[in-house]
């Protein structure tokens, strides 16, 4: 009896660690951030931290450069409301080039004790909880950062804005899409767009993600946040992956990237149900505990 129980207690341990070593190797796996850096935080990358309370490591590659552009005919909009019914915001860093206008110190000065005030009696439109923060960082009321998409947002105003108020103004970049602009014109609604930064492929894209297939090896997801990242990371993407391309879960920050990857053949496994870190680590989590692995074309 003692043997058998021995032996009996022997086997449930055995069991026992097979199963937490299996889970160990469901639960910490690998996942690829195709995305740039929260600029001028100290803490981890929201991302980054999403993920590592569900238990994965996740690495952050740059996909863009930036450059900005049009910053002085910028700083004159901004301190010229009275000409605006309000502004609208779709990405973060558009508003990062508003913050450039606001460095001189006289400027800054001229933004806190009048014009912000004048532009918080008007709409301000964002997309996004983050962007939404970085405009709550000017001092300004937002409205619309729970719409998700651009597409949604501009329901949004064409219900609350009329035909003849003055123009929205929409500082953008130089990829942007045209569903905003498109239909708030086919509804009559005013909108005066600036460019104010350019979008490139990061200088380094190709070295890092060399860097990282061969330091980590494929990832158990890798994960996509705009259609630009899609265009420059795909290709590489899928050489270095080899015959493990299959297995990788591939993620969208929301529809709008998700199109451009089912446009170039990706299945994609998840996308986040809000462009949050919250909803898209849940989403990964989830799509990495389902079997089969996903599979992209």
Request: aromatic share 8%; with cysteine.
């Amino acid at each position: 009896m003692l043997c058998l129980s021995f032996l009996t207690v022997f086997l449930i341990a055995t069991k026992a660690q097979l199963y937490y070593d299996e889970l160990k190797v469901i639960i910490n796996m690998h996942v690829l951030l195709l995305k740039e850096p929260r600029e001028g935080e100290s803490a981890p990358d929201p991302y980054i931290k999403e993920l590592a309370a569900h238990g994965h490591k996740a690495t952050l590659i740059p996909v863009l450069s930036f450059k900005f552009v049009s910053l002085n005919t910028l700083s004159n909009k901004l301190f010229q409301p009275e000409k605006c019914g309000g502004l609208v915001f779709t990405s973060p860093r558009a508003v990062e080039a508003v913050k450039k206008c606001l460095e001189a110190e006289e400027r800054s000065e001229e933004w806190n004790n009048s014009v912000r005030s004048k532009w918080n009696a008007k709409s301000i439109y964002v997309v996004g909880k983050a962007t939404a923060a970085l405009v709550q960082s000017l001092g300004l009321n937002t409205f619309g950062e729970d719409t998700g998409t651009a597409e949604i947002l501009s329901r949004v105003i064409i219900e609350r804005e009329n035909t003849n108020s003055q123009p929205l103004f929409f500082p953008c970049g130089s990829l942007k899409r045209e569903v905003l602009p498109k239909a708030l014109r086919e509804n009559g609604v005013p909108l005066e767009t600036l460019t104010v930064y350019q979008t490139a492929e990061h200088p380094d894209l190709e070295k890092n993600l060399k860097n990282y297939f061969k330091e980590q090896g494929a990832p158990a997801s890798i994960a996509f946040f705009s259609p630009s990242g899609v265009k420059f990371c795909l290709e590489v993407v899928q050489r270095l992956s080899g015959e493990e391309l299959r297995q990788i879960k591939f993620a969208a920050i929301g529809p709008t990237t998700q199109d451009a990857m089912i446009a170039e053949g990706v299945c994609v496994s998840c996308t986040a149900e809000k462009p949050s870190a919250e909803h898209l680590a849940a989403a990964i989590a989830k799509a990495l505990q389902e079997t089969p692995a996903g599979h992209s074309a």
